[in-house]
């Protein structure tokens, strides 16, 4: 009988450890390819930066908007209807609700990121028409 469960005991503990390093090798793997996609430098930082005001990353504000391009019409439209849906006077989640609110709140971040500054658009749009000028 004993002999059964010692068997038993390092059976598990096999499994478990397998598991274990299943878990880990994967964890690796996830945290090395989201500092891929983080990208590096500034643009890598403000990234982790949006990331942890929001509580949510870009991927996963695009999922829950179920949207694949950040075209702002779509993300707007999107955004309408699934708030209005989730509505809580008409029978929907206030959870739900917030999380639609704040994957918008993640992309417009994004948005206004990726947006270069007017200052320097029109800037260099002068420079452009003044070396044609020439």
Do not use: C, W
């Not at 417009?108 to 320097?120: C, F, H, I, M, T």
């Amino acid at each position: 009988m004993a002999k059964y469960i010692a068997q038993i005991i390092v059976l598990g503990t096999q499994i478990v450890g397998r598991a274990f390093a299943r878990a880990l090798k994967q964890e690796i793997s996830a945290s090395q390819e989201a500092a891929k996609r983080a990208g590096g430098g500034q643009q890598g930082q403000n990234r982790v930066a949006a990331n942890l005001k929001t509580g949510m990353t870009l991927e996963e504000a695009q999922q829950i908007l179920n949207i694949s391009k950040l075209e702002p019409e779509e993300i707007q439209k999107h955004y309408e209807h699934l708030f209005q849906v989730n509505d809580k006077s008409k029978g929907g989640s206030f959870y739900l609700q917030s999380k639609v609110f704040r994957a918008k709140e993640r992309i417009d971040q994004e948005l206004k990121a990726s947006k270069p500054p007017e200052g320097n658009e029109r800037k260099e749009q002068s420079e452009q028409s003044q070396s044609e000028q020439k």
